[in-house]
């Protein structure tokens, strides 16, 4: 019987956080204003648009699988320790 009520618990409590999510759209606190426009722009960035990450922030991997064996080169900085 405690165990049904500890899963119960759990899973109520998985529910009601899963039900946190906000699904509105973003906006500026009551009496705030978004950041100014930058500078050379003709228009001030919504909400979305000063979310979205720009490519230096966020590169893309471009991870080349080698498709042989390939000996290393000598590596200078290789030292043993001391």
């Known amino acids: 019987m405690m165990r049904h009520t500890r899963h119960s618990i759990v899973l109520l ?8 999510g906000q699904q509105a759209d973003l906006k500026p606190v009551a009496g705030a204003e978004l950041p100014p426009a930058p500078y050379g722009s003709e228009r001030q960035l919504t ?3 000063l ?4 490519t230096l ?3 893309e991997r471009s991870v080349e699988l080698r498709r042989r064996s ?3 080169e000598d590596d200078p900085f290789d030292l043993p320790p001391e």
Do not use: K
């Open 13 to 20: 409590a998985l529910v009601a956080l899963a039900a946190c």
């Open 47 to 49: 909400a979305e648009e």
């Open 51 to 54: 979310l979205e990450r720009d």
């Open 57 to 59: 922030a966020e590169p």
């Open 70 to 72: 390939e000996t290393r």
